[in-house]
């Protein structure tokens, strides 16, 4: 199909010397870049947390025993009591 454009002369020059570069036509690289605008939003695989755990996960909880105000103690000494 036929249409007419109006491009900005910036953009257009490039273009033009990409198809050059690349041995191919202004509209093929037009049509290529349409196609990019125009497919859909890649979907980024989620990030993962690496497992660097160490012991025996079955191993009871150390800090299970302590309290709040305990663990605040143990972690802050007098500052955390502030």
Same mark, same amino acid.
């Given at each position: ?8 002369d910036e953009l257009l ?27 859909? @939003?890649?979907?980024?695989?989620? $990030? =993962?947390? !690496?497992? %660097? &755990? /160490?012991?025996d996960p079955?191993? @009871?909880?150390?800090?299970?025993? $302590? =309290?709040? !105000?305990? %663990? &605040? /103690? ?9």
């Amino acid at each position: 199909m036929k249409t007419t454009l109006d491009i900005h002369d910036e953009l257009l020059v490039r273009a033009k010397r990409r198809a050059k570069v690349e041995g191919r036509s202004l509209r093929a690289v037009v049509e290529e870049g349409l196609r990019l605008a125009l497919a859909p @939003p890649r979907v980024r695989p989620s $990030y =993962s947390m !690496p497992d %660097l &755990r /160490e012991g025996d996960p079955q191993a @009871p909880d150390p800090l299970e025993r $302590y =309290s709040w !105000p305990e %663990l &605040r /103690e143990l972690i802050y000494g007098d500052s955390g009591t502030r």
